[in-house]
DNA sequence: GTCTATAAAGGGATAGAC
DNA sequence: GTCTATCCCTTTATAGAC
């Protein structure tokens, strides 16, 4: 009707104010509930409009979490892993990027994404693709490209950079990420942190100086 | 009544038969759907038998499924990951270490507990508690061990035994895992899971060679 | 102990008024 | 677009017969 006279905000841009309220809501409740303990009306109260405003909005349930999982983090993930300390000094670059990477890693938002989307991967394989895309394939590829350059340039020896990128994540986050997603709560607090980043490092660096 | 000639077998062993068979059913429904999709109907029915059956045998779906998740992986990761090789030769020993514990990690059971534990870490912590303990703690300590032992032999340089099994796992793991819980059937193969094998092993002693 | 049948509650989704 | 009220289905859990 009157819908006519109003240039409709660009297609997929800022997002109908109401929609992104609901939105917030359903992040909040699935984050802390998982999908299947996450009920609508939960959702619902939290944004506080009532159902029928909410299946206005969105198709229903699945794809309300779906917006969820694929939300912002993969832009979040995007901007942290940007190159940081000089490239010409191997030691200072990898601690950056190390500090970072495990800061993202162990960010609260961060576990619970983790954690429904690996719980919920049979149900709904392909945001099992998009959130691997959307965030540790980012940062794979950006160690990758750093390591390939430092090869390049003589600083590193680096036969493999992929599988070397892969390490060296793997030699921080192994010790630290099943421990925060269980909530163990030993083992990984930030001086521990500090501890297993450097570690890698010396590891890293042993393995592969020229 | 006529229980009372029968001596019962040993307080928690064997299994009363159909509790088994109903456990077993239980498993198979919570591997595949996950802890909220499951259904007490669909168990009893993969179980053969009424859901009061079920419950005669056991309180609710809750204690089920801590049956279930705490059920006998912990004795697997036990037994798979006894020393093997011998151990004046660190090359041998680790090669070999690892090639069961990626064995362990990308059981196609194991991938599944290890989603729905994770998953469900939120709405039951203590689970998760056990899970760790009964798997990835154990595999830790036994190289952990290893490894303070190749040190006091002085056939490896290793200032922290602990850490450094840790590394070596994350080197294994990450560049499997998550790939394989997401199911992106990319880059983990047994051509893949070689490579990364040997590499894990050559980096791990360049750090730590004597 | 085991079954059939059902109670009791909660969930996702919608109809209809405004 | 938004709300209130409700439909309808599934789920967990149990009562009662055998």
């Known amino acids: 009707m009157a819908q006519a006279d109003i240039p ?37 109260r939290t944004a506080g409009v009532s159902k029928a ?18 939300g912002e983090w993969a832009s979040h993930w995007k901007q942290e892993t940007e190159p ?14 190390g500090r970072r990477f495990v800061a993202l890693l162990l960010h609260p938002e961060a ?13 709904f394989p392909e945001l099992g693709r998009l959130f691997f895309e959307g965030g540790p394939a980012t940062v794979r590829r950006r160690l990758t490209a750093y390591l390939a350059a430092a090869a390049s340039a003589g600083r590193l020896r680096v036969p493999d950079p992929a ?32 501890r ?9 660096l042993a393995a592969h100086r020229t």
Do not use: C, N
């Open 53 to 70: 405003t909410l299946y206005a909005h969105f198709q229903g349930k699945e794809e309300l979490f779906a917006r969820v999982v694929s």
């Open 111 to 123: 576990l619970a994404i983790y954690r429904i989307t690996v719980g919920e991967a049979v149900r």
């Open 8 to 44: 409709p905000s660009r297609p997929d841009a800022p997002l109908p104010a109401k929609a992104a309220q609901i939105l917030a809501a359903a992040k909040e409740v699935f984050l802390q509930q998982g999908f299947g303990a996450a009920s609508m009306d939960a959702i619902a």
């Open 163 to 194: 599988l070397a990128a892969e390490q060296f994540l793997g030699m921080m986050q192994t010790p630290l990420h099943l421990r925060s997603l269980l909530d163990i709560g030993e083992g990984t607090g930030p001086r521990e942190q500090a």
């Open 196 to 204: 297993i980043i450097a570690a890698a490092v010396e590891t890293f």
């Open 84 to 97: 940081e300390a000089p490239a010409d000094d191997p030691r200072a670059a990898l601690e950056s990027f």
